[in-house]
């Protein structure tokens, strides 16, 4: 079994910045790319960012390259996401994931074979 906890989230004014972590316990050597997905209310779910297993590799949505940049600590079963210059837009649940394949990061969903139950990041105007 395998557990994703995130932590993190919270209430901020645009501009602002959050740093988001994801911790991992249990078969964490089932884990290879991590990455990060939202829910805004009434959307789907939509990728930010991935990271690879060993941190050489990053991919990130248009929508955050450039404030938002996801790094790992496999020391630490840790993967984070420090969000900079937030907009309103960014608010939603935020979601880790786990892939359980050793292949480079993937934005799909299906890539992800473990999830965290999220936590929220609101971003006031």
């Known amino acids: 079994q395998v557990q994703l906890v995130e932590s993190g989230g919270g209430l901020v004014q645009a501009g602002d910045s959050l740093r988001l972590s994801c911790t991992t316990s249990?078969?964490?050597?089932?884990?290879?790319?991590m990455g990060w997905f939202r829910q805004a209310p009434a959307k789907e779910r939509e990728f930010v960012a991935a990271i690879s297993w060993r941190g050489g590799r990053t991919s990130y949505a248009d929508s955050v390259k450039g404030r938002f940049t996801i790094s790992r600590d496999n020391a630490e079963n840790t993967v984070y996401l420090q969000m900079n210059s937030l907009k309103p837009e960014d608010t939603a649940v935020y979601y880790c994931a786990g892939d359980s394949r050793l292949r480079a990061p993937g934005r799909a969903e299906d890539n992800y074979d473990y999830w965290g139950q999220g936590t929220q990041v609101t971003v006031s105007s």
């Open positions: 249990g078969r964490t050597f089932n884990i290879y790319s």
